[in-house]
């Protein structure tokens, strides 16, 4: 068993989205996202299924040119090589399940642009 905490030990990045791997488990990567208000992930993809929960705090999310008005408590899903992008309306933790073929690295990338 492993365990870990969406809530301990939240420090924001104010420059940009901090990431971090919460759990690497024998089927996914589970990653925190902290973003402060008005930080942005630019458009990007990934090569894997992904799902998203928006445990604190609004994010628009941008889907093929649409955008989705994300608030506590909602979860999605995305298909892989979907382009999308993230706004923070207010300071928010994300959660995101990668697949185990992905990498946070590719995440943290996505990040710092």
Do not use: C, W
């Amino acid at each position: 068993m492993k365990t870990s905490s969406l809530i301990q030990n939240i420090e924001y990045n104010a420059e940009k989205p901090k990431v971090e791997l919460l759990l690497d488990t024998e089927f996914t990567k589970e990653i925190r996202i902290l973003l402060k208000a008005g930080q942005v992930m630019k458009e990007h993809q990934t090569p894997y299924p992904i799902v998203v929960e928006l445990f604190e705090g609004k994010v628009d999310f941008g889907v093929e040119d649409e955008i989705h008005h994300l608030t506590k408590g909602d979860i999605l899903t995305l298909s892989g090589k979907v382009p999308h992008d993230l706004k923070a309306l207010e300071d928010s933790i994300v959660r995101l399940t990668l697949s185990k073929g992905d990498k946070i690295e590719r995440v943290k990338e996505v990040s710092e642009k």
